[in-house]
């Protein structure tokens, strides 16, 4: 039997390197089969080949994040005399189906910023392609008359934090802009860059009470991603994070919650986002070899397609993991990062 292989890549002519942004076109790269068959020609001394497999080196899954830690992001503000935003402003709580994440919890004149996220320690995290998959949903209405619940953001993010190789937290972060007085419903991702203007707009989801599913993926031996929400695929960027943190090497993915931003006669509300049915696999796509687009300087509805690509199955239990709080570093306090700030 001959072997029967289709591959379609476009290699970069060179790769993101450091701490600033270097990124290239891949114009119509997608998501490609290497499919390998047994050879006609084998020989008695020749065993014969074996096809190609996937193998998921780790993998995590629940139907809700019980056991991920809760931390106070960098999203933050307190109109003036008001205390500032503090851990008793935000809570994450679980039931048998899912978890809601909730911000500025006492509807106070401020900006609360909650990031539950999980985080695991592995030298060989760097080694593979990450996913993670997740359902979310608006369990209310942002509007401009709702002024007991209204929103900022909803944020998630997939980062590997490479030890002390570039002491950079590398990986993507996309957020879905949900203030009914500014770009409501826009879709965005992180760029480089430590500001709140670190954010590229790259398409658009109507804002609603229906459940929507994000797929992230990061290939860190190409230093490529893909960013899909209910199956159509945004612009996304792999982006690097320069930290002080331990020299262990640590991956991480979160999902966030800003609640609205109080300023004239808009006021402070509460912020909920429901969370469920999350995977992450690290994995190395043999078989099916995937080849993320690389990102875009500038948005194209049409500059990325991209073929479906199939997962395993999600059923698997979700691992327990510590619960104990981290302080975030000192001298990221008051800087605005669109993923969580620390370490473990």
Known sequence: MDINATQAAITPSH???????????????????????????MTAEAAPPRAATDVIYREFSGVNMAGWRVSLGDGNYAAPGQDPVSLQDIETRHDEGLSEVRANIRQ???MAHNITYRRERDEHALDYTHLFRCEFRLPYLPSVS????????????????????????????????????????EVRSSIEGVSAAAWEP???LEPDMEWHTFT???????????????????????????????AAISAGIQVE??????????????????????????MTLEEHQLYLPGVMHEYSAGSNVYLPFVSTDSSVGAASVETAPVDAAPDQARTYIPFVAHDE
């Open 216 to 246: 992230m993926m990061v290939n860190y031996p190409n230093q490529t991603t893909l960013l899909q929400i209910d199956d159509i695929t945004y612009t996304s960027y792999f982006v690097g994070f320069p930290k002080r943190w331990p």
């Open 202 to 204: 790259v398409g658009y």
């Open 146 to 185: 709702n002024i007991e619940e209204n929103a900022q953001t909803l944020e998630a993010g997939l980062f590997v934090w490479d030890g002390l190789t570039t002491m950079l937290d590398c990986g993507m972060a996309f957020q879905w802009g949900l203030n009914p007085y500014e770009r409501f419903g």
């Open 15 to 41: 790769v993101w390197r450091g701490n600033r942004r270097d990124f290239l076109t891949w114009a119509g790269a997608g998501l490609t089969t290497l499919l390998l068959g047994t050879s006609r020609n």
């Open 257 to 282: 919650a800003i609640s609205i931003y109080p300023r004239g006669v808009v006021h402070g509300a509460l912020h909920r986002v429901e969370y469920r049915n999350w995977l992450w696999q690290w």
């Open 108 to 110: 106070r004149e401020i």
